[in-house]
């Protein structure tokens, strides 16, 4: 869904120093972003290439990632969903 997308053109001076502390580009890997907007509308039930694992599973609702789906909602209630961003990286 948002794989690939790298580093967002506009991230923060603070995402940015964030970012260079963990090593940046060099030192990181599967750098990416999605909005509350793109969240909103996904698809939890569809499956893993293999067919075996929804995104439900994986990080849905009842995971540790529902968390952050709560906040990112909440906030996209005051500032829009398009407006509402998470940007993740894996070290």
Same mark, same amino acid.
């Given at each position: 869904?948002?794989?690939?997308? &790298?580093?967002?053109?506009?991230?923060?001076?603070?995402? #940015? %120093?964030?970012?260079? +502390?963990?090593?940046?580009?060099?030192?990181?890997? &599967?750098?990416? =972003?999605?909005? =509350?907007?793109?969240?909103?509308?996904?698809? =939890?039930?569809?499956?893993?290439?293999?067919?075996? #694992?929804? #995104?439900?599973?994986? %990080?849905?609702?009842?995971? +540790?990632?529902? #968390?952050? =789906?709560?906040?990112?909602?909440?906030?996209?209630?005051?500032?829009?969903?398009?407006?509402?961003?998470?940007?993740?990286?894996?070290?």
């Amino acid at each position: 869904m948002a794989e690939g997308r &790298g580093f967002p053109d506009d991230g923060s001076d603070g995402l #940015r %120093a964030e970012f260079a +502390d963990y090593g940046g580009p060099h030192g990181v890997h &599967g750098t990416t =972003w999605l909005t =509350w907007a793109e969240l909103d509308t996904t698809d =939890w039930q569809e499956t893993n290439a293999s067919g075996t #694992r929804t #995104r439900a599973a994986a %990080a849905g609702i009842d995971t +540790d990632w529902g #968390r952050v =789906w709560s906040v990112m909602r909440i906030l996209s209630e005051v500032h829009g969903a398009e407006n509402v961003r998470l940007v993740v990286w894996f070290h």
